[in-house]
């Protein structure tokens, strides 16, 4: 089904028609397709449903938001949603972007929020070193440049050519594929640390992480679990930031078992 929320269409996939309600919520250019799995594995016991967010779902082709919305936004979407389709008070699953809105859901709107099971979520900004690369001086610096150029006016559109080329030179690739109005989401995304948000979850959460993430090291997880009240981290040796798909059936498993268990 598709619904129209704060002037974006989000489709929403339905599975389950009985128990207690489950959202799904996907990481940064995924879609509800990569939450299939966990889906169906507990739509025989839950009412579950796996929301495509603005600018990323249908794997980064979904209709982007009306503006530039960062973790703020897309958590009051995700509330309208829960309430529209009368999910409350539910369980949520979320993966990296996802957990990000999780965190900020649980800890914005808790009568909303049931149990939760994050794997390599998003969230926490790395402790500055105080020091730059030499990539990141190099783009800072020109980056300054095209920045005064435009402000002299004299260069026409050469300055905004000039930082879409540094993007493409100094960017990473998922960040290269955005659109400008995309970028500029990425960038309200990303600047958001939601540490001080940890503390007033009451939700019992699940953290699941993979040894070996990259994206979201396994250092952000050991640090959620100390800052939340109510959590606990399983480590999955070998796994990356896709633990949850690497380790499908085991992960399904302890799904299964942590939002059942006791109800």
Known sequence: MQLDVMGAKVDVTL????????LFLHGWGCGAQMMESMQKTLSPK???????????????????PPCPWGVPEYMEMTAQIIRRLDLAPCDIVAHSF???????????????????VLTGAAGLRKPA??????????????????????????FGSLPEKGREALVQKFGSPDYRALTPEMRKTFNKVIAQDLSEHLPRISAPTLLFWGENDTETPLW????MEEMMPDAALVCE??????????RADKFNRILLSFLTEGR
């Open 98 to 116: 996802g957990g990000r809105v999780a965190i900020l859901l649980a800890s914005t709107y808790p009568e909303l929020v049931g149990r939760m």
């Open 220 to 223: 952000m997880g050991k640090k």
């Open 237 to 246: 040796a070998g796994a990356g930031h896709f633990a949850y798909l690497e």
């Open 129 to 154: 070193s105080g020091k730059k690369t030499a990539k990141q001086q190099a783009y800072k610096t020109l980056r300054g440049a095209m920045n005064l150029m435009e402000k002299t006016h004299l």
């Open 15 to 22: 599975e389950g028609e009985k128990g207690r309600g489950v």
């Open 46 to 64: 839950m009412r579950t449903a796996a929301i495509d967010f603005p600018g990323h779902g249908k794997m980064g082709k979904a209709e982007e």
